[in-house]
């Protein structure tokens, strides 16, 4: 499966953006799919995902209540729509998909696909 992420940019405190991944080339309900970040000097960290077959998304501490994930299975698309933006948040944030056996959606090493990355910058 190829992943193409998008909708980063600039933004202030306080504001919001809408990411998007869109996946071609394989069955894409088939795969578990999750949001990651990474900002410099720093090590990649899971945002929130879904594991296949399941609509319930799944978060982490830091962006519980600000974040949303969300799905368009006719679109092959997932979208983390994320508010209440903070510097804490300027990252290149990644999606991933996993066609295999997963534990905690967590670790980036149980992910065998990942898109490019989009960057999202948050000034204070």
């Known amino acids: 499966v190829q992943l193409q992420a998008s909708g980063g940019g600039l933004v202030q405190a306080g504001g919001s953006l809408r990411l998007s991944c869109a996946a071609s080339?394989?069955?894409?309900?088939?795969?578990?799919m999750g949001w990651f970040r990474q900002a410099p000097g720093k090590e990649r960290e899971f945002v929130a995902g879904f594991r296949r077959y399941n609509s319930n998304g799944l978060y982490a501490d830091s962006v519980k209540g600000r974040f949303t994930i969300s799905k368009d299975n006719a679109k092959n698309t997932v979208y983390l729509q994320m508010n209440s933006l903070t510097a804490e948040d300027t990252a290149v944030y990644l999606c991933?998909?996993?066609?295999?056996?997963?534990?905690?959606?967590?670790?980036?090493?149980?992910?065998?696909?990942w898109g490019q990355g989009t960057q999202v910058t948050v000034s204070s």
């Open positions: 080339g394989g069955t894409f309900s088939s795969y578990h």
């Open positions: 991933a998909a996993s066609d295999g056996t997963i534990w905690t959606m967590s670790r980036p090493d149980e992910y065998g696909y």
